[in-house]
T-cell receptor
Framework: GAVVSQHPSRVICKSGTSVKIECRSLDFQATTMFWYRQFPKQSLMLMATSNEGSKATYEQGVEKDKFLINHASLTLSTLTVTSAHPEDSSFYIC????????????FGDGTRLSIL | AQSVSQHNHHVILSEAASLELGCNYSYGGTVNLFWYVQYPGQHLQLLLKYFSGDPLVKGIKGFEAEFIKSKFSFNLRKPSVQWSDTAEYFCAVNAAGGGNKLTFGTGTQLKVEL
């Protein structure tokens, strides 16, 4: 149980394009979803926390107008990288948890984004 | 804000060797502690977690971790590693009662040789 599906797994696109990444909890309802970014040989950096039906909470230094997050249902959150540039190239990972406290996060497979 | 430090970035062991991966955190309040594993080409999976109670926590695949509050540590151990344990291991912390936000360490790449 507790499977999180992330799509697409890999995106290559031109600079200036907007890219949408989906994160779905397949067999549980996720009241909270998290979006991380991972640079090569570095740790996962939390970008934002999204709670179903409310605005996402962004970490310091993360541009909310650049990284749009929508969590419209208990099983789906989306991250849209708007007007992507080469410096946005990275590995983006989502996770979901079933409750607002003391529940482990379940991770998606990640999305490799490459902006040319 | 909390931070997590994993001292070993790369570890190479032979099969049947014992494993201990260090994890120290920095936070003044009560924490929940996790170890996640990422096998090659796969997503992060929970190995074990500590919320409260017995500080020695047993997880899947023979792994265990011990929470030592006085040392702010949560080291991961396995008495005898297998080739299939080759993976990247991440220690993570969240502040108890602060939602499920995790702060990750930089990870330790473990390679087990036959």
């Amino acid at each position: 149980g507790a499977v999180v599906s992330q799509h697409p797994s890999r995106v290559i696109c031109k600079s200036g394009t907007s890219v949408k990444i989906e994160c779905r909890s397949l067999d549980f309802q996720a009241t909270t979803m998290f979006w991380y970014r991972q640079f090569p040989k570095q740790s996962l950096m939390l970008m934002a926390t999204s709670n179903e039906g409310s605005k996402a909470t962004y970490e310091q230094g993360v541009e909310k107008d650049k990284f749009l997050i929508n969590h419209a249902s208990l099983t789906l959150s989306t991250l849209t990288v708007t007007s992507a540039h080469p410096e946005d190239s990275s590995f983006y990972i989502c996770s979901a948890s079933q409750d607002r406290s003391n529940q482990p996060q379940h991770f998606g497979d990640g999305t490799r984004l490459s902006i040319l | 804000a909390q931070s997590v430090s994993q001292h070993n970035h790369h570890v190479i062991l032979s099969e049947a060797a014992s494993l201990e991966l260090g994890c120290n955190y920095s936070y003044g309040g009560t924490v929940n502690l996790f170890w996640y594993v990422q096998y090659p080409g796969q997503h992060l999976q929970l190995l074990l977690k500590y919320f409260s109670g017995d500080p020695l926590v047993k997880g899947i695949k023979g792994f265990e971790a011990e929470f030592i509050k006085s040392k702010f540590s949560f080291n991961l151990r396995k008495p005898s590693v297998q080739w299939s344990d080759t993976a990247e291991y991440f220690c993570a912390v969240n502040a108890a009662g602060g939602g499920n936000k995790l702060t990750f360490g930089t990870g330790t790449q473990l390679k087990v040789e036959l």
